[in-house]
Each structure stands twice: as C-alpha cells, then as structure tokens.
C-alpha cells in the first residue's frame, strides 16, 4: 500500500509540474478546430471555428500553440503575436527618470514568424509611443524588425549637446485614428533647427519608416551618454503607455491537414492534453 500511495504521489507531483509548464507556455488552454485535426496553419480554420489557441504544426516539423484571429470578417485567419492587458505595466508618460527595457515580442515568437510563408503584416495598437529631445541627448531606444523581411534595426535619436542636436526632435507612432496609433510606422519631426531627422535609421523630416513592427522598447532618459541642458531631464521625455500591442500575421502557405495528432511539447505530452 505504501509503495503504491508513493507511485500516486510521485504521479500527481509530476502531472502538477507539467501542467504548470504548459500553463505558463499557454499551451493547457490550447484548442481543437471543429475538424479535430491537426493544423499546419491558421488558414486551415473554418467559419465555424473561434478565435483562440490551436496547436499549429510548423515548418520545420516542430508543434506550437499559437492565437489564431481575424482582423475583418472577410480577411481569412491570421496569427496573433505581442500583448494585451499591459495598461497597469505600460503606463510610461512623460518618464524621464525610469530605466526599463520592455519586451513587446519575444524571441520564440520572432523565431516562428520567421517560419511563416507571410504574406502580410499588420500592427494593432493603441500605445503611446515618443521619444523626444529638446537641448538634449537621449540615450533611449526601441527596437524593430522591418516586415516582411524581419531585418532587425535600433532605432534613437543620435549626437551630442549643441550643433545638430539644438532644438526638439520627435520621434513617434503617427495616429491612426482617435483611440489608435499606427505602430507600423515611425515617425520622425524636427524643431527648432533640430537636424537629427535622417541621420541613423531616423526617416526624414516629416517623414515616416517603412513598414516594422516594435520587438522590444528601451527607455532610459538618464542613461548612458545622455544630456540635458541646465540639468532639466524632462527635456528627455518617452512615452509608452497603452492596453496592447499586437502583430497580425498572414501567410500564404496552402493549407494542409493532418489526422496524426502533433505533440506540442515534450514536457506537454505525457499527462496534459493541449
């Protein structure tokens, strides 16, 4: 009796610890389409499926538990990286004394976008992006892959005190629309005989980036190498504050099925069904 309460135990210890390993992947609430087969895409859904998280069998053989969505109701399916519910974590507005980097979408994502056959990028977002300057020198950053290659570049406001760096320069989501930025693109302004716009991976002034999604946010207006005139580091205010931040991916991939189930995780297979 002993050594069989001792195999339950040892049992229940393990189930528990995988499960929490799912859970924090998000593969425990990982869905199964209306066909109750396997998927190689979200194009592979149906009309009658929902949007949520299916397990997705990738290019290079590997399963994933990804957000499948629709942007429109005549748009088809597309995948769904980044976050929502960050109102309480991003609330960034006029910093001038935070040190913080951000990470908007993380590497394993970035990895199975890369995998995609894309055939469109889209951004969704209603954060409040700015890094500025004013008779100063702001050493904070953000961090982007251009679409659809995924080319990563840093994109910040380069140079030093006085000369080219004298007056304001803006560097910003445009807005789309009341409630939304448009965080595809950057925007890029001079001021005051600013003349920082170009240089870098800035655009010009006036002008905007072509298209990108964030991968990650550095906001350090105090950091290294930075200046402001008279000591005012409010002169070096960033904004991010917002709800959400989320790429939408399409793929152009032809739709293939599988009735062989696909396990999405080693650690996930044994107990926990995804």
Avoid at 35 to 54: I, K, P, R
Avoid at 74 to 89: A, D, E, L, P, V
Avoid at 197 to 212: A, V
Wanted: with cysteine.
């Amino acid at each position: 009796m002993g050594r069989l309460m001792h195999m339950k135990l040892l049992k229940a210890l393990f189930v528990f610890f995988v499960s929490f390993d799912c859970q924090q992947a998000g593969a425990s609430v990982c869905s199964k389409p209306v066909s109750n087969q396997t998927l190689t895409s979200c194009n592979a859904l149906s009309s009658m499926d929902s949007e949520g998280l299916y397990n997705i069998r990738l290019a290079d053989g590997s399963g994933s538990c990804l957000y499948c969505a629709k942007l429109a109701s005549n748009s088809g399916w597309w995948y769904r990286f980044g976050k929502g519910g960050t109102s309480s974590t991003w609330n960034f507005a006029f910093e001038w004394q935070a040190s913080v980097t951000l990470d908007i979408i993380d590497q394993n994502d970035i990895s199975t976008i890369s995998q995609l056959n894309v055939s469109q990028i889209e951004v969704r977002t209603d954060v409040r992006f700015e890094i500025r300057t004013s008779d100063s020198v702001n050493p904070s950053s953000v961090t982007v892959r251009y679409s659809p290659s995924l080319k990563q570049a840093t994109i910040k406001i380069p140079g030093n005190l006085g000369g080219a760096n004298t007056g304001v320069c803006v560097v910003k989501f445009p807005l789309a629309s009341t409630l939304q930025y448009d965080g595809s693109k950057i925007f890029c302004s001079n001021q005051n005989h600013n003349k920082k716009c170009g240089s870098g991976n800035l655009p010009s002034n006036g002008k905007t980036t072509q298209s990108l999604f964030v991968e990650s946010v550095h906001i350090d207006p105090q950091g290294n190498g930075a200046l402001a005139r008279n000591g005012d580091w409010s002169r070096n205010a960033v904004y991010w504050n917002g709800g959400y931040y989320y790429v939408y991916v399409q793929e152009t991939r032809p739709v293939g099925k599988t009735t062989r189930r696909t396990r999405v995780r080693k650690s996930c297979s044994m107990f926990v069904l995804c």
